[in-house]
């Protein structure tokens, strides 16, 4: 997890300019540099580190003495560079993972590149040779990346929106920020005076298709058919491989863990491989909650079961609620609950970073998206809706759990790894059958929960135990989140405010006084940039006013409200 910001073209003093990388100074603490191109006096690339690999060589942009005139910026991991390193008999120069991107470019190009990276990335490539940019992002938009350009040919690129919302353009006094789409690449052509032009947009991967470099890595063969035996096995194969190729790292490896399905099989298959890998520090688990809440329960007993270090980390109302201003800025977004379930994340982060050396942080993320896990899908109108609605939930998780998941850990200079989103674990599991993925006796992710019954990773009830909404976990059995902020927010926005809402908010108005609260502190943030989300996280085939899970008929939570 890094910070990469790049200007192409620019008109005004590089020197202010480059204020502005220094926005998101929170995703590389460890170390940072701005370069300027070489015979490009008007385009540099600024790159603030968190050294995870290669302490000595990590620094970017990254060059190397046989490609003089690549220029590579790039923020994630790729997990599978050896292996290519292997296959194709590359010479490194570094023992940076992104190096790889280096190599695959001068011998196959930008396609074949982006396709091969088995990994989560976001990546700024100049090639003064070839006079081309290329920009590029993994496919659920894991890392993050967000672009702004003139009619004139001036980019800018940079992880995320703050580091670009602030920058002056002669042709442009309000620069249109958007982010960059998941699995997609973009050439560009650079111009002699620094500026660019957009060529082509192309879309490398979809979440469905293997991924080229499956023809490159080290599981064993999978069985064929879909008999649910071998199902199963197929799912903890690729499962477990997912997490191990994600031991790749220099730093201490924590997990973040809620005593939920997803975060509990990470956290109890992590904790397993890192005793296969002969680790020498005690694998430390983390937990948030208020006092009684359900979630810390529940993760208690995953951390007794397993034998992890475990940290409970307890937070109470007006925490919460003073936390919600810096979180929205955090996130840059607006969504409600988005913003509800970020506050107990954003609060965990800030304690692992101050009280502890775990730095590569495993989570959860993406299961619920993948698996069906969320509630409003036992109203499935059929098998194949719910495919569709699957897939619809993974090309947007950029804009809602990830971005969720990456601001409040990058926040505090952590890296968030999230198996669950591993391109083959994936494209297996939307391989299957529809009517194998949907919830079953009344119960959501049946067939996840099925594939690890019999691997002893887990307790029964915490294996079986129904879903929780996040926001309602973390709380008091006698107060619920939901609860908190309704009561809170009641008293900071009237009937009047309300009412004139679609005036004031014309684009994505606020139904509530929950969402025009966080609009508002988004908008003093933010002003004018309400685009960037382009809809509200709702359930489906419901009536549903609240993203809330507890407004579902089905929601049994055991915080009763």
């Known amino acids: 997890m890094c910070g990469i910001w790049a200007l192409f073209g620019s008109d005004d003093c590089l020197s202010v300019q480059c204020l502005s990388a220094m926005k998101i100074a929170h995703r590389g603490p460890d170390a940072f540099r701005f370069e300027n191109v070489n015979g490009y006096t008007n385009c540099c690339f600024g790159f603030h580190r968190l050294a995870v690999v290669d302490q000595l060589f990590g620094m970017q942009p990254i060059r190397v003495k046989k490609y ?141 298709d293997e991924p080229l470099h499956a023809l490159y890595d080290s599981v064993e063969k999978l069985s064929p058919g879909f008999e649910i035996e071998t199902v199963k096995s197929n799912l903890r194969i690729l499962f ?22 997803d975060s509990s099989l990470v956290a109890a298959t992590l904790l397993k491989q890192l005793k296969e890998a002969q680790v020498r520090y005690p694998f430390q688990t983390f937990a948030i909650g208020m006092e009684d809440s359900p979630d810390l329960l529940a993760a208690r007993k995953v951390a007794n079961h397993i034998g992890s270090e475990h940290h409970e980390v307890l937070f109470n109302h007006e925490e919460g609620i003073q936390a919600l201003d810096e979180v929205i800025f955090s996130l840059e977004t607006y969504d409600i609950t988005t913003v509800r379930a970020s506050v107990g994340m954003y609060l965990i982060s800030k304690y692992i970073r101050k009280n502890t050396d775990s730095v590569v942080i ?62 083959r674990f994936c494209s297996y599991y939307l391989s299957l059958p529809p009517d194998m993925r949907i919830p079953k006796n009344g119960i959501e992710k049946h067939l996840l929960r099925e594939a690890f019954e019999d691997s002893n990773l887990l307790p029964k009830e915490i294996l079986w135990r129904p879903k929780e909404a996040f926001s309602d976990g973390i709380t008091s059995v006698k107060n ?18 309300m009412a004139a809402a679609a005036q004031k908010f014309p684009f994505n108005t606020p139904k509530t006084k929950e969402g025009y609260y966080y609009r508002q ?19 489906r085939w419901i009536n549903a006013t609240d993203p809330s899970a507890r407004t579902l008929t089905h929601y049994k939570s055991d915080a009763k409200a």
């Not at 790749?248 to 939920?260: F, H």
């Not at 502190?521 to 359930?539: K, Q, S, V």
């Open 362 to 423: 495993f989570s959860g993320e993406g299961s619920d998206e993948l698996t069906q896990g969320y509630i409003y899908f036992h109203k499935a109108p059929s098998p194949e809706k719910a495919q569709e609605e699957s897939e619809r939930l993974l090309k947007e998780l950029y804009l809602f759990d990830v971005l969720r998941a990456d601001r409040t850990t990058a926040a505090h200079g952590l890296e968030l790894r999230v198996p669950f989103l591993d391109h």
């Open 68 to 208: 003089p005139y690549l220029w590579l910026c790039y923020n994630g991991e790729i997990y599978n560079h050896r292996k290519l390193q292997q296959h194709f008999a590359f010479e490194y120069q570094t023992k940076v993972d992104g190096e790889i991107i280096l190599h695959l470019y001068n011998k196959g190009g930008i396609e074949q590149t982006a396709s091969l990276l088995d990994g989560v990335f976001a990546f700024i490539l100049l090639d003064t040779a070839n006079k081309k940019v290329f920009l590029g992002r993994d496919t659920y938009g894991v890392r993050p990346l967000f672009r702004a350009m003139t009619e004139d040919g001036f980019l800018a690129v940079c992880s995320e929106a703050k580091g670009l919302v602030n920058l002056k353009h002669s042709t442009a006094p309000f620069l249109k920020v958007e982010p960059f789409l998941p699995g997609h690449y973009e050439v560009l052509d650079l111009k002699p005076n620094g500026k660019v032009a957009s060529v082509e947009m192309v879309k490398y991967h979809h979440c469905r």
């Open 521 to 539: 502190i988004f908008e003093r943030h933010y002003p004018g940039r309400a685009d960037w989300l382009t809809h509200y996280w709702m359930p």
């Open 480 to 497: 619920s989140w939901f609860r908190i902020l309704q009561e809170h927010i009641e008293h900071q926005v009237d009937d009047a405010m």
């Open 240 to 261: 477990d491989n997912a997490i191990r190729k994600r031991l790749m790292t220099d730093r201490r490896i924590g997990c973040l863990l809620s005593g939920g399905l």
